[in-house]
């Protein structure tokens, strides 16, 4: 057995990896969504699992979108355990890269306090961001001291990243492979922080910086985990918001291509940064291909782009492919779609997520 839950996370992500036996199934739960999605959406979900056991939680990145529905778990579970309450589900570990694991300590040591600085310190961690998503990555990690769960076992200090992981995690008939960042990867976006801080750091501190210039950071997304999946011969690639260069490059560090410019299938793709076209190309989804292709979005920040969409169709035409769309949301970019591209007419087929359901499952196995 092998299936993919996609909890309707409005504009982020949430996912419910299940596989195992039909009789005693296993899950790994990857991403919460933003504010809301947790009491909204998440908490319904996981109080219908038959077997409450989390065999991993995985935050893929620290942005608000995906983060604080975790937050929001993991609160109500350290609740629960003051309180001796039987708790709603029972994680065994969790994945989460800290900031000070894929930069370094001192890159956050002299964040934080340009910020303690700051005359505009209290408007810098309240504005959504790289702060608060930071901040809120913390808060996670911390939840997960106070519920003794294990952090990142096997990787000991280590960031996970395709470089430190041994061998996949096995469970079961799963196998799951880090393919993405790389430690070339973390090396770039370290010096990316270094080089805007040795810019930004004295302004920081002096206020001469707004609150809304730190919160086009997107920085977190340079350091999404990518994640191959693999249960009864049939294969996913989680993409969280991982940029399509470094995804390719993931997949040849880890072996799975042997080199950027050759092709590869997977029955299910979950589509980059909720289907933006701003971490994708054309040439990605001609190389990177797959039977069903999964968009979590609402429509906020024009997510998922028409581009996306067409060039994903486009692949598949080429490679005279049929598919499946699987989408959270009829959000403006797939009604444009539809209405351009028909599926009956156009090759591929489309399934939505029905108002006021909670959660799309596909079964690859």
Known sequence: ????????AEEGDSLLVEYGKESQPRFILIDGGPQGVYQAHLRGVLSQLSHRELELVIL????????????????????????DNEPLVKPQALWHNAFSQTLSPQLQQRL?????????????????????????????RGLATDLSLPVNPGFGDLPICVDTQGKPFMSANLALTVVGPTQANLVALREMWQQWLDKNERKIAKGEIEPTAMSDRSTPN???????????????LLTGDGRGDFILEGLVAAGYL????????????????????????????QQVTADHYVISANGKHDN?????????????????????????NNAPGVQEFVKLYPPAKSGYTLNLLAPGKHVLTLALA
């Open 1 to 8: 057995m092998f299936k993919l839950h996609t909890v309707q």
């Open 304 to 328: 998922p782009d028409l581009s996306t969409l067409k060039w994903i169709l486009e692949a598949a035409r080429q490679q005279q492919r049929r598919f499946t769309l699987h989408v959270t």
């Open 222 to 236: 340079l350091s999404s985990l990518v994640l191959v999946a693999q249960a009864d011969k049939r294969t996913l």
């Open 258 to 285: 042997p080199d950027k410019k050759s092709r590869i299938h997977f029955d299910c793709i979950k589509v980059p940064h909720h289907g933006s076209d701003r971490n994708v190309t054309a040439e990605f989804f």
């Open 112 to 140: 934080a306090q340009a910020v303690d600085s700051s005359p505009n310190k209290a408007a810098l961690q309240a504005t959504p961001g790289a702060l608060t998503s930071i901040s809120n990555g913390s808060k996670l």
């Open 60 to 83: 893929s990145h620290v942005d608000d979108d995906h983060v604080m529905g975790l937050v929001e778990l993991f609160a109500e579970l350290v609740h629960q355990q003051v309180n």
